[in-house]
């Protein structure tokens, strides 16, 4: 847990802790896309002068709700602060699409799997972290989505 240190050097906590929308989603999807330690540290620090901050804000969000991004950025960073790996974060969302993952060197896929009920087979991924497999399903509605369902533990990294 955190002892409510706020790094004021760190930009994402400082556009988290703005106030600002449009800086807040910026932050928010930096914590996506990252496994830093260097930039989730000072973020897990603040995590609750954050969850204050942002408590009330209104993000907005047309098909999906923005706030549920947010809560999902914050639980990636108390993931982070319990020192599990972020891959647990994928079975939680459905905004971590295979490609900008694999791009991130933060997965691998190692094989296919058929899938009638997609235009696409489910990809097999393996995490660069720890080693944990997913199948990951590729659907799409009113926007491209992926369900990843957790394998267990592969082989491990290298």
Known sequence: ??????????????????????????????????????????????????????????LGGMLASNGLHLDHALDRIRLFGQRRCLCAAYLSHQFYDVEKEERRQHVRVVGTVPNPRQWVPDRVCECLDCGRRFQVEQGEYHYPWWDWTDLGPGTAPT
């Not at 600002?20 to 990252?34: I, S």
């Open 1 to 58: 847990m955190t002892d409510g240190i706020v790094d004021a050097t760190s930009p994402l906590v400082e556009d988290f802790l703005s106030g600002d929308t449009r800086r807040v989603m910026h932050a928010v999807w930096e914590v996506f896309a990252t496994r830093d330690p260097a930039v989730l540290a000072p973020l897990e620090r603040a995590v609750v002068a954050i969850d204050r901050a942002t408590e009330d804000l209104e």
